[in-house]
């Protein structure tokens, strides 16, 4: 009887369509595949072969069942040394030359009020913004005093992908020369343009300070590479 065998090339089919379903980055990942993916097909398999060999044991033929060990064993091995080179290869192949754990404290003032983020959604996840760029609006003295923390966290590919503009964009607003955009709590944007009039009827101007200095990077700042504040960056965005 070939069931068991028919049902693991099956499985097996399935288990890679669902892998090169998933969007990767080719570029900065070993062989283009995300290392999750590598062990979600390799738990995949293991599963099947295990699941078959329970339900038919009096089916199997000697050779089907060198078949579902070898299926088991190289699925393991592989898993195992492609999440240890993945890692190597996304260490070596990023500027940050491995995980960091940068910080930065940032305060918002638009026309003389202080502005606040949204807070994290879920118990589950206490952060907004993605996993190597976010906040976790810790700290209830920093909240009252308007201050969020930035948190770059992991491999950073490309110092690109951490600058203050991206932070804007994880968190769900945007950052620009002349304009800025606040996300809300309700999913929308509060947004400021040079030339937009206060309520006290001056046009404001949007500037950047960094630890108290004026920087006209504005969003393409990147943070300064410390895990304290200070000496880590103090940045404070102001529409007045």
Not at 88 to 96: T, V, W
Not at 107 to 131: A, F, H, M, R, Y
Request: proline share 5%.
């Amino acid at each position: 009887m070939r069931i068991p065998l028919a049902v693991l090339f099956i499985l097996i089919s399935a288990s890679f369509a669902a892998a090169h379903g998933e969007e990767v980055e080719a570029s900065s990942r070993l062989f283009g595949l995300e290392p999750l993916n590598v062990i979600y097909i390799a738990s995949l398999l293991i599963f099947a072969v295990t699941l078959i060999a329970l339900a038919f044991p009096s089916h199997l033929n000697d050779w089907e069942k060198k078949i579902a060990f070898l299926v088991i064993a190289l699925s393991t091995v592989f898993a195992t040394v492609y999440v240890v080179a993945d890692t190597a290869y996304l260490n070596l192949a990023s500027e940050s030359k491995g995980p960091v754990h940068w910080h930065a404290d940032m305060k918002i003032t638009i026309c003389g009020e202080v502005q606040s983020l949204p807070s994290p959604s879920s118990w589950l996840d206490n952060k907004v913004g993605t996993n190597v760029l976010h906040h976790h609006n810790e700290g209830a003295e920093q909240l009252r005093e308007g201050l969020y923390r930035i948190h770059v966290e992991g491999v950073v590919k490309k110092l690109h992908d951490v600058e203050l503009a991206k932070f804007f964009e994880a968190i769900g607003g945007y950052l620009a020369e002349d304009s800025v955009g606040i996300p809300t709590a309700h999913g929308g944007i509060k947004a400021w343009t040079n030339g937009e009039l206060c309520p006290d009827g001056h046009a404001g101007t949007l500037k950047v300070f960094v630890n108290g200095e004026p920087n006209d990077e504005f969003g393409e700042y990147v943070i300064a590479p410390y895990s304290t504040v200070p000496p880590g960056d103090f940045i404070e965005l102001v529409f007045d």
